[in-house]
């Protein structure tokens, strides 16, 4: 059979992992491997390579993806007859797409209309339904952790609150969980429930406490109450873009307590690093659940990881609905920081 792979949304560790093991697994089988260039932007354009695991085997253990990827949205541009007859001419059999909402919700449209398309959950984000952890989210908090910790002895020896700003989008799994693994007595998250003024007694608390400059963690798709963020520009998938939050957060704490903080925004930093083994482990589980799912004749799903196990949940249950944090767990947690 002839398989066809593409990588897109935002980037993480883990991706070139995965299509390592795809390869390998489909070579052993005597199936081929194409690898669509810039995600649907590269099927648009039928702009693709051949993959195989002597290749892909150089590039393990990196960040990003060798096969680039692009925010481009076919259904948006009316383009997905391009894509239709881009597949058949390359004779392709299985089209496996990793991605986030945005990518598997094409991925969604396409099996629907008759092609076999299997989904892979990866985002650093981790909001996917259907799976309790995505591709790159554990490497990410991993690399922001290191981040954090290696920054926060300067800013003590300076006595200078710092306020690190995160991405997520409308889901704080990522600000919690790095939260909970530095220093950090307080965490703003899209969920809530950690009002401004919360943040700001909670440092405030902490340096009447320890004597020491505070840290507080606030992910990128906070509203704050009586800020007007302006028109933030957006993507092909209509996707805000969130980035900047954190000065406007800096500046009401200036103002609430005399004390400049330092803003440090991670951005592009948290999709970085070597990755960590539970997202390697997780790139086996659902390259090899994904071929299975080919060969058995089953599309319109999306492969996962639930309650340990590796298995699926059709797309179409996945798409459109965010997986954000309960406001019980999230009060929960927030009373374990410092």
């Avoid at 481009?72 to 541009?77: E, H, R, V």
């Avoid at 020896?157 to 306020?163: E, G, K, L, Q």
């Avoid at 505070?214 to 704050?224: D, F, H, K, M, P």
């Avoid at 873009?241 to 009401?252: I, L, M, N, R, T």
């Amino acid at each position: 059979m002839n398989f066809a792979v593409l990588t897109g949304g935002g980037d993480s560790a883990g991706i070139n992992d995965f299509l390592y093991f795809l390869a390998q697994r489909l070579e052993r089988e005597g199936n081929t491997l194409t690898g669509f260039v810039n995600s649907w932007q590269g099927l648009v354009n039928n702009n693709a390579i051949s993959l195989n695991k002597r290749e892909l085997e150089k590039t393990r253990f990196t960040p990003g993806t060798i096969l680039g990827t692009a925010r481009k949205n076919p259904i948006k541009d009316n383009q997905m007859d391009v894509v239709l007859k881009n597949l058949e001419e390359r004779k392709i059999d299985v089209l496996i797409a990793m991605g986030g909402d945005d990518t598997l919700g094409v991925a969604s449209h396409l099996s629907e209309l008759g092609v076999t398309v299997i989904g892979a959950p990866q985002t650093i984000d981790d909001d996917l339904q259907g799976t309790d952890r995505s591709l790159g989210f554990a490497t990410s908090v991993n690399q922001s952790v290191n981040a954090i910790n290696s920054l926060i002895n300067s800013n003590v020896a300076h006595d200078r609150d710092m306020i690190v700003e995160v991405m997520g989008r409308d889901a704080g799994w990522l600000a919690m969980a790095i939260a909970l693994n530095t220093p950090a007595c307080a965490c703003m998250c899209p969920e809530g429930p950690m009002e401004l003024s919360e943040m700001i007694d909670a440092m405030k608390r902490y340096k009447s406490d320890t004597g020491k400059a505070s840290l507080a963690i606030v992910s990128e798709g906070i509203q704050l109450k009586g800020v007007e963020r302006g028109d933030l520009p957006t993507d092909a998938f209509g996707n805000l873009a969130y980035e900047g939050v954190s000065h406007f957060v800096a500046e009401k704490y200036k103002e609430a307590t005399n004390r400049s903080p330092r803003v440090q925004i991670l951005g592009y930093l948290m999709r970085g690093g070597v990755p960590v083994w539970a997202d390697v482990e997780i790139a086996l589980g659902f390259a090899n659940e994904a071929v299975d799912l080919a060969l058995a004749g089953k599309s319109g799903q999306m492969v996962g990881l639930r309650q340990g196990k590796v298995g699926h949940t059709p797309l179409k249950d996945v798409i459109g609905v965010k997986k954000t944090m309960d406001v019980d767990y999230l009060e929960q947690q927030l009373k374990l920081l410092v």
